[in-house]
């Protein structure tokens, strides 16, 4: 299934403004200068800089447009299955992420999850390992180290200690 672009465009508007609005009532904190709501506003802002970009793009030109609002592939091909899969994939990778971090902590579980998406994307299970391991540190290590946001440790908690800097 395809939504125009213009749909597309008007959602991702929606909710760039919805985050930066919820993103001014996060709490102050004292420790460091930009507060929690400075990632949500970034991303929010950039969610309404690239739905003006796909809304303005499909109102000056063709690309983009579908027979109506809505065009529903209705095809039995391999290409409808996976990408079936693959969405099916993602929505099982943020719900194992959900689930799992608490007891296996992030070290553990983002890696896991890293790889089967990029494995399943790609299909190069060196290339995926490598960055499931060194994403999953540089994503900690910005988070944790220099936004002093709190990871879960999970099974990681006796290293805690270690692997902080």
Known sequence: MKF???INGIVAI???????????NFPEVRHIDFGPGLL???????????????LLRRLFSAHGKQVGWV???RGEGSDSLRGLAAMALQIA???FYIVAVK???FLITM???LFCLIWWFDRR???AAVVAIVGSIVIHSFFYQIMSVPLPWGLMEPYARVLTW
Do not use: E, H, Q
Not at 14 to 24: D, S, T
Not at 40 to 54: K, N, Q, R, S, Y
């Open 4 to 6: 125009d672009d213009a």
């Open 14 to 24: 929606a909710f760039g403004g919805a985050l930066i609005v919820l993103a001014r």
């Open 40 to 54: 949500p506003t970034l991303v929010g802002t950039g969610l309404i800089i690239a739905g003006t970009v796909l």
């Open 71 to 73: 065009s529903v592939d």
């Open 93 to 95: 990778a943020v719900v």
């Open 103 to 105: 007891y296996l902590g």
């Open 111 to 113: 890696p896991i999850v």
């Open 125 to 127: 299970i060196v290339r």
